[in-house]
Structures are given as structure tokens and as C-alpha cells.
């Protein structure tokens, strides 16, 4: 049977409670959660060294005040309006990659054990271009597997990729088992974030690729992290779990679990990933994450599961 830990992605917080201090009483007092993801949406790594490592202090010092346990950084919304790794222009590329070496450095300071995310996204041209499409893919391993030996030099556990919902992103079963890795002495391993939300690239994926039990099956036990949302496998939607969106949608807890547990998976955090309307009522949207902390706890103590 598979352990869980049940936590939140700090992106609920993004444009309302930005404030460290402020999203973590609201994750402990509010949602009764401990475990925290950290949104790179609320980090500014352009700044200088000091205000950076003056985020890294409040950060730190806000989880140590709630008693928050930091599981890892994630990379955003603004990363996701980049192409990142995979971008057309080689210098491009090498930027992204220095920023995620800014990354791995910010997330060993606050003592967070991984990061990832998105990885990249090829433009439209690449793409249809069969060759280039193959020597971006490549280049697209050998950045990880340089960030993944820096991670380790920086004593983090692991990188993780994410799945994603455009054609044009890591967003097959195939294409994310590729990217996967188990480490070495001298790199972490590259795991999988997998969302249950992004099986709906419209045109580009059919039969399992859709399925997001068959990705829980089938890559259980190389993911460190699931992303929950509610989605309709229409469109990257991250509902809340409420009655309403619950009853258009396509995610259960009980088989989101039951798949958990087929995959052979020993440990697995459970990160819940709601983004709330920019404008949506304040109140509402925390509601909402509260409604589905608690979807989630229900599940987990229905099933009688392990929870760390």
C-alpha cells in the first residue's frame, strides 16, 4: 500500500495572499494542512542576491512559525508563458537553464528537498519539423541531466517534470517515461509531477494518454507528487473538488487512490493544485480550497490509507 501525504500548491495564494505569513496561517488554520509546495509565481529570482535570500528568510521563517513541513518549489504560471528548455533560440535555452539553476539554489537555501515543473514547450515550428524536433528533444536530456547533477551538488533530492496539456509539451505517457530517471551518485533522479488534470491535449493524445487512472497506473511508481485538480477532460480547468464541479467532472478520490496503490507506489504526496479565478470572491475561492482539503481527507481516511 502506498503512503500519502496530503498537502496544497501555494498558487491559490498567487494576487490575494502573497504574504508567506499570511498563505501559511491560512494552510494551517484554515485548510488544517502542513504540508506546503511553493509556488515560484510568488518569487522573484531577478532581483539581487540579497533580496533573494531575503525571500528564502521569510519563507523559511513563515513554514517554521506554522509548523509547515516545505515539500518542494514548483515552477508557475509565469514559467508556463515560457517555452523554457525547449525554446528556439540556443541563448534562450541557456537562460532557462540558469534560471533553474537560480531555482535549485533558492530551494536547497529554504530547505525544500526538490523542485520542477515545466520543463519546456517547443514552438509551433519545431515541432512540425521532424529533425529539429528530435535534436530539441535530446538537448532537452542533457539540460536535465545537468540540472539534476547540480541539484545533487546542492544536496536536494530530486528534480521533477511535469505532464502538461498542449500537444506541444511533454504531455504523453511515452514522451514523460523518456524524461524520467533514477539518479546516480552524482545526479538526483528526475520523477514525475503528475497531473490528473492536463490528459486533454485537444487533437494530440487518445486511449490511455487521455486516461488519468491509466498515467496513475502505469507511472505510480516513478511519481513523487500528483497534482490534484478537478477537470472535466475537456480543458486544463483546476476546479476545486465542490459538489458542483465534482458532478461535471472526471476526478475521484477513491479511484485516483485505488490507482495509487495498483502502480506499486511506496510514497506519494498528494499536492492539491487549485487556481481560483483572478475574479472570483476572495472568500469563495478559499472556501473552495477548503472544501477540497477536506474532499481529500475524507478520502484518504474512507480508504483507511497510510497518511505520514
Not at 176 to 205: I, K, N, R
Not at 232 to 253: L, N, Q
Request: overall charge negative.
Amino acid at each position: 500500500m502506498t503512503t500519502y501525504r496530503l498537502g496544497i500548491n501555494t498558487c491559490f495564494a498567487v494576487k490575494r495572499w502573497p504574504q508567506p505569513e499570511r498563505w501559511a496561517r491560512l494552510v494551517r488554520d484554515d485548510l488544517g494542512l502542513d504540508l506546503v509546495q511553493h509556488t515560484l509565481d510568488l518569487v522573484d529570482l531577478d532581483t539581487t542576491p540579497a533580496q533573494v535570500a531575503g525571500q528564502a528568510d521569510w519563507l523559511r521563517a513563515a513554514c517554521a512559525a506554522g509548523g509547515l513541513t516545505l515539500h518542494s518549489t514548483f515552477t508557475g504560471m509565469a514559467a508556463y508563458s515560457s517555452s523554457l528548455l525547449l525554446h528556439p533560440d540556443p541563448a534562450a535555452r541557456d537562460r532557462a537553464r540558469d534560471w533553474y539553476r537560480r531555482v535549485i539554489d533558492f530551494t536547497a537555501t529554504v530547505g525544500a528537498g526538490s523542485t520542477g515543473g515545466h520543463v519546456g514547450a517547443y514552438c509551433v515550428d519545431d515541432w512540425q519539423h521532424p529533425v529539429r524536433r528530435r535534436k530539441l528533444w535530446a538537448q532537452l536530456g542533457d539540460a536535465l541531466d545537468d540540472l539534476a547533477g547540480y541539484a545533487c551538488e546542492r544536496g536536494l533530492s530530486g528534480l521533477m517534470a511535469e505532464n502538461l496539456a498542449a500537444a506541444r509539451e511533454p504531455s504523453t505517457l511515452q514522451m514523460m517515461a523518456a524524461l524520467l530517471t533514477d539518479g546516480d551518485a552524482e545526479h538526483v533522479p528526475v520523477s514525475l509531477c503528475l497531473d490528473v488534470g492536463h490528459q486533454c491535449v485537444p487533437g494530440g493524445t487518445v486511449g490511455k494518454d487521455r486516461d488519468p487512472y491509466a498515467w496513475l497506473e502505469q507511472l505510480g511508481a516513478r511519481t513523487t507528487v500528483v497534482h490534484l485538480q478537478q477537470s472535466d477532460g475537456k480543458a486544463d480547468r483546476h476546479w476545486p473538488f465542490t459538489p458542483g464541479t465534482s458532478a461535471d467532472g472526471m476526478i475521484e478520490a477513491d479511484r485516483v487512490l485505488a490507482a495509487l496503490d495498483r502502480s506499486g507506489a511506496k510514497e506519494t504526496a498528494l499536492i492539491l493544485e487549485i487556481i481560483p479565478p483572478c475574479e472570483q470572491d476572495d472568500g469563495q475561492a478559499l472556501a473552495d480550497v477548503r472544501q477540497s482539503a477536506d474532499y481529500w481527507r475524507d478520502a484518504l481516511a474512507r480508504r483507511q490509507a497510510t497518511v505520514d
